[in-house]
């Protein structure tokens, strides 16, 4: 492919990366997206020299006038658009924008023309990176600086050729020759896409390493806020249908101590609630008081460390969350939360033990949290009364006004059931054996949703079991609440960490145990989790665990990321000189048994002379080689400077043949440089003085490979600017 | 490059002696300087042998003239075993070959028999006899004339010995104004023994090495090329210039880039050798209608050859 070629193409590639950035952002009209792609599509056809080019040609040839007046339409639909339609400067200017590459596109007839593109490319690409945290954007972002090192190498190579060849072409002789190799040679190629993989790892390095201050434009997207009914302070009975079939991603949850889990149901706890209506359940304990935050910024909940039973030290575990942007401030994590860890100012507790923040999150953010599980002791599984405290009993044995019936049924139940817990149990088992879950309900609200479910739907979903559970709890006086959150089913294999989906959503219950603490009981039958190991699951698992590296490496990359980043090398560090020092102790031990071996046969060697001559030797080794590769460099160094001497004496000389063809001094081709400046001397005395010097500096340069010094540069050029300056 | 003053001091030396022919003795001396061989062919008076003798002197080394003639055998060139009587074995007497500048006079006059053993000797720098073989002196250049004009009796060099030859080159008659300052002069039987020696054999040898130190372009190279496929294209010569001839204006384009104080060659360099260089390889097509004198023919056409291939710029 020649140089020109490959010019238009990559500057048409450079334009396509930047139309990619632009649909991703946000939802483009469809009209402009297939304009935007049409042209392209055209162009890039066109530039790889296959189809018809009649097509373009024939736009093409729209007169400039046309192309101006509908450049002005442009505007004034932009000016539209922005006051009446979008209503915002954002997606106003990338509509227009988009115009403007179409028609910059269809007009690439000089330099200016392709600069014009490359700026309004950049601009697409700035705007997108404004716009969008899609992992695409990486990938988009990969190929505009692939194009853009394409472009710029090959804007200025044909740039390059493109003058020597203007210079060296007189009117009366044809182009003979040109110093630069007409096609890309492979050489080239890959030099090119070294320098597009060297500056991508220096970005990279730069992105990771120079410290974070300020949020950066990540941070200020605007995100896709996810409607969560299911989080508000009332949980309605009845109006959850369709989040549950939501597929959309709203947390991530990896496990940095561990690998894996032993359960494959995870519980993600959000709210608690105490009173139910009859129809709804609301937090009556739902006043906020701030947590403390230690210096570590961990904000660590004080009632939880309390409430562990006594005895059962567990280690605890350790979640970290990366949760989308939601209408609800409740952070979600495994019960119970002892500890969290982020970038917030305050972290707010309610009386249930849910955790939130002061403000609704505008954006994705990440979080550590530190759960310790709430186990059962051995002596209240098999106690047969309990005693609750009084403010216990007085929040969580409340009843709404029902009938008696569920009493009789509860009753009727637990008949077996001598302890709380085999209440509980009891109550579980019954409602999972004889109770069928499917999310279609109806839609007509039941005066008494519990009962509908308990004595004439028997069917229902999680939250209709759980109520039912803790209602039936509650009548038996044991306390319970019902809780809210995720159960999280979803194990990414190759990434290790559960992705939970809005469809995820959960309701279950907590029985109290005064001395263990809230205990989880979960009501709601296991549906069959569908997990299909079908191909393209499996490829939808890898994306969304490169979309969460994604998110954490680059979106939510943050200075404290890099703090650990240098402390984990530093660690590195150290245990690799510590691995270094016994290897090195190894090898002085041997040496030693050497040294006394060598002691015994040959006293008479000189250890220390051994040691200078061993040491002088090394130094002297490594003095040459630096010496060698220095020179190597240098001469490197002069060849390239060489090379760029040439074309710039030859650019000069080629203006002087150019001047002085426009003044009627041709040159021919097979004339000699000096028969030249011979010729011009005797048809032209005065242009001797400029033409002879000239004509020798060039001759020395072009032909003797001297380095050309500034003072020469500068001095060829005043002389062509006095040769220009004189009048024949 | 600091080789220029040695080189102008032998030039100035042979124009003391050889008055307004400084481009012929400028090529002369080129032409040792690239250690070739050079042929002057030119009517008898113009000053062949005080060239070639002068060239000599100025050297400080030794100079033999042969005048070659229908009976010359190569052993007076190269020399003869003579048995001694009282060592009471063969001994080599060595011929006028063994000197650094040999003038061979006329070359065209004797055998092809005699002229094939000289034309080996120049082009291997050794001579060999009764299966003994003794180096030549360096430097070594033969200077060779022929007579354009008389035909009669001659044997014509062939092609391919002509080849032999780094250049042919002519003398020509000086112009009015010189020829009348040499009328002038105070004769001497031989203007040439008067001349002093400016350069020792030694720095010759050392400025013939520096020849191959010059820089010859890439681009120079192509076009030279450029120039060695045009003659073999060409419709007026029935035989181009071969590889050697291409060898040999590569090294004489170096030696004249020395000499003009360069360390790189120049595409005026090769374009003004071109002509002396090229001219006696090729062969002219005789169906094209060339009458008369072949030489000037083939240089006429391998100048007009050279106003065809374009200069690298």
């Known amino acids: ?728 | 490059m600091y080789e220029t003053p040695k080189i102008q001091a032998i030039r100035d030396n042979i124009e003391r002696v050889i008055k307004g022919k400084s481009q012929a003795i400028e090529l002369a001396v080129v032409c040792m300087l690239a250690r070739g061989h050079l042929l002057i062919e030119d009517v008898p008076g113009v000053g062949k042998t005080t060239l070639a003798h002068s060239l000599a002197r100025s050297l400080d080394c030794s100079f033999k003239r042969i005048q070659f003639t229908s009976d010359l055998l190569p052993s007076d060139i190269l020399g003869v075993s003579i048995f001694h009587r009282q060592k009471q074995t063969f001994e080599f007497m060595a011929g006028p070959i063994f000197a650094n500048v040999v003038l061979a006079d006329e070359i065209n006059r004797t055998t092809p028999k005699t002229q094939s053993s000289l034309l080996e000797a120049m082009s291997e720098a050794q001579v060999s006899v009764d299966s003994r073989t003794y180096p030549l002196r360096q430097p070594f250049m033969v200077i060779a004339t022929q007579n354009p004009i008389e035909y009669h009796g001659t044997f014509p060099l062939p092609e391919s010995q002509l080849d032999r030859f780094l250049m042919r080159i002519r003398i020509g008659y000086p112009d009015q104004v010189e020829e009348k300052k040499i009328l002038d002069r105070p004769q001497s039987l031989h203007p040439a023994e008067d001349l002093q020696p400016v350069l020792t054999v030694e720095e010759m040898l050392d400025l013939q090495n520096t020849v191959e130190k010059v820089r010859l372009d890439d681009s120079l190279m192509n076009y030279l090329l450029g120039i060695i496929m045009a003659t073999r294209r060409s419709d007026l010569l029935t035989l181009g210039v071969s590889t050697r001839g291409a060898l040999a204006l590569c090294k004489a384009a170096k030696a004249l880039a020395l000499a003009r104080d360069r360390d790189y060659c120049l595409p005026d360099d090769i374009k003004e050798l071109a002509p002396v260089v090229l001219s006696h390889r090729v062969m002219l097509n005789r169906g094209q209608g060339f009458k008369g004198r072949s030489s000037e023919h083939a240089e006429r056409v391998v100048q007009d050859i050279l106003e065809t291939v374009p200069i690298p710029l």
């Open chain 1, 1 to 728: 492919m020649n140089l020109e070629r490959a010019f238009e193409l990559s500057s048409v590639l450079l334009a396509a990366s930047g139309f990619a950035g632009l649909t991703l952002t946000t939802d483009l009209p469809l009209l402009l997206a297939i304009l935007g792609f049409v042209t392209l599509t055209v162009r890039l056809a066109q530039s790889c020299g296959v189809g018809s080019n009649r097509l373009s040609n024939q736009v093409l040839q729209f007169s400039p006038t046309l192309w101006n007046s509908l450049m002005v339409m442009a505007f004034v639909a932009f000016v539209v658009d922005l006051l009446w339609v979008s209503q915002d400067l954002l997606p106003a200017g990338i509509h227009f924008l988009i115009i403007l590459m179409v028609n910059k596109l269809f007009n690439l007839r000089e330099r200016k023309d392709f600069l014009q593109l490359y700026a309004i490319s950049f601009v697409a690409v700035l705007a997108s990176a404004t716009l969008t945290t899609d992992l695409w954007f990486g990938l988009v972002f990969v190929a505009y600086l692939f194009a853009a090192i394409w472009t710029l190498l090959l804007y200025h190579l044909t740039k390059e050729s493109h003058e020597a060849r203007l210079a060296m072409t007189s009117p009366s002789s044809p182009v003979n020759a040109s110093p630069f190799p007409g096609p890309i040679t492979a050489r080239f190629f890959w030099t090119t896409n070294g320098i597009v993989v060297g500056a991508f790892c220096l970005t990279i390095a730069i992105f990771f390493v120079i410290p974070r201050i300020g949020a950066g434009f990540f941070k200020k997207t605007r995100g896709e806020v996810i409607r969560t009914s299911g989080f508000s302070e009332k949980v309605d009975l009845g109006v959850i249908g369709a989040i549950k079939e939501d597929p959309s991603i709203v947390m991530r949850v990896e496990f940095p101590d561990q690998e894996t889990l032993d359960t494959d149901r995870l519980y993600l706890r959000g709210a608690a609630y105490d009173l139910y209506t009859g129809r709804s359940w609301v937090n009556s304990l739902a006043y906020r008081r701030s947590l403390g935050q230690t210096a570590e910024g961990t904000f660590s909940m004080p009632n939880v460390s309390r409430g562990r039973g006594a005895g059962t030290q567990s280690t605890g575990l350790l979640q970290e969350i990366l949760i989308e942007a939601l209408d609800t401030s409740v952070l979600f994590g495994v019960p119970l939360v002892d500890s969290v860890v982020g970038d917030f100012p305050v972290v707010q507790t309610d009386g249930m033990g849910g955790i939130s923040l002061p403000y609704f999150p505008s954006t994705r953010f990440q979080y550590r949290a530190h759960s310790i599980p709430n186990h059962l002791l051995e002596e209240e599984r098999l106690a047969t009364s309990l005693n609750y405290p009084d403010s216990i009993r007085k929040h969580f044995l409340q009843l709404p006004t029902m009938s008696t019936r569920v009493t009789e049924l509860t009753r009727q139940i637990i008949r077996q059931a001598k302890t709380p817990h085999q209440i509980a149990v009891a109550i579980k088992q019954h409602l999972r054996t004889n109770y069928r879950y499917s999310l279609d309900v109806g839609t007509s609200v039941p005066v008494s949703p519990v009962e509908d479910f308990l004595f004439l739907r028997k069917t229902g979903y999680c939250e209709h079991y759980a109520t039912a559970m803790v209602m039936m709890l509650r009548t038996v006086g044991i306390p319970a609440r019902l809780v809210t959150g995720f159960l999280a089913g979803e194990w990414n294999d190759f990434g290790n960490y559960y992705t939970v989906r809005q469809r995820d959503a959960h309701a279950w219950v907590e029985v109290y145990f005064p001395r263990s603490g809230w205990i989880t009981f979960d009501p709601t039958p296991s549906v069959a989790a569908l997990v299909s190991n079908h191909l393209w699951t499996a490829f939808g698992r890898v994306m969304d665990s490169i979309r969460l590296k994604w998110d954490r490496l680059v979106i939510q990359y943050s200075f404290a990321d890099q703090l650990a980043v240098a402390r984990g090398i530093r660690e590195g560090g150290d245990s690799a000189r510590t691995q270094l020092s016994s290897l090195l102790s190894i090898a002085l031990r041997w040496a030693g048994t050497w040294r006394t071996w060598f002691a015994d046969h040959a006293p008479v060697l000189d250890w220390r002379l051994l040691g200078w001559m061993v040491g002088s030797s090394a130094i002297a080794g490594v003095i040459a080689m630096v010496w060698r590769l220095r020179k190597r460099w240098m001469g490197r160094h002069l060849l390239e400077q060489g090379l760029t001497t040439q074309v710039a004496i030859i650019q000069l000389y080629g203006r002087m043949l150019h001047l002085l063809a426009s003044r009627g001094l041709h040159k021919n081709p097979s004339d000699t440089p000096l028969e030249f400046s011979r010729f011009a001397t005797r048809e032209w005395s005065h242009s001797g003085q400029y033409v002879q010097p000239l004509t020798h500096l060039y001759c020395r340069v072009r032909f003797g490979k001297v380095p050309l010094s500034p003072e020469d540069l500068a001095q060829a050029n005043r002389l062509l600017a006095s040769l220009r300056a004189v009048r024949r």
